[in-house]
C-alpha cells in the first residue's frame, strides 16, 4: 500500500536525523490538527512524555498520530485529541516520531508546546466529558 511505503520513508528519514512534514488524514485530532488540512512536521523522538504527539505503531495494526495520555514503565497510551474513548497502546519503542509543529492550510507553522497550546490541551482533556458536543459544533463550523 503507498501510504505505508510513505509512513514507512518518513521513518526512516527521520531516524536519519531529516526533519519531515506529512500531511494528515482523519478527524482524530480535532480541534488542534485538522485531517485534509493540516501536515505535522516530524523529528527524531528523545525521551516521550505526557503530552507529547507522536507517530506510533499502536495495538500491533496501524500508525496513528495521536497524544501521550499516559506512560507507565515502558506502556504508553495514546489518544487522538478528537476521540472520545478510544485508547491506543504501544511500547516506548513503537514511537517513530515527535511532532513538532503543525503547518496550517496557510503554510503558517505552529508549535505544538508552547505554554498556551499546552494550557488549551489541558482544557480540552479535562472537557472530555463533553467533548462530543464541543467537536459536534466544531465540525458545523
Known sequence: MACDNIIEETIRLVNEGVTVTLP???WSMLPFIVG???CVVLQKPAQTKVGDVVLAW???CK????RV???DGE???LMGDGN???IEHCSAADVKALATHVVDSSAKRHYLYGRWRRLAVKLWYWLLPIRKYLLAIYKRL
Open 24 to 26: 494528515v488524514t482523519g
Open 84 to 86: 472520545l474513548i478510544a
Open 75 to 77: 506502556d504508553l497510551f
Open 63 to 66: 500508525y496513528v498520530v495521536h
Open 69 to 71: 495520555v499516559r506512560i
Open 36 to 38: 485534509e488540512r493540516d
Open 58 to 60: 499502536v495495538d500491533d
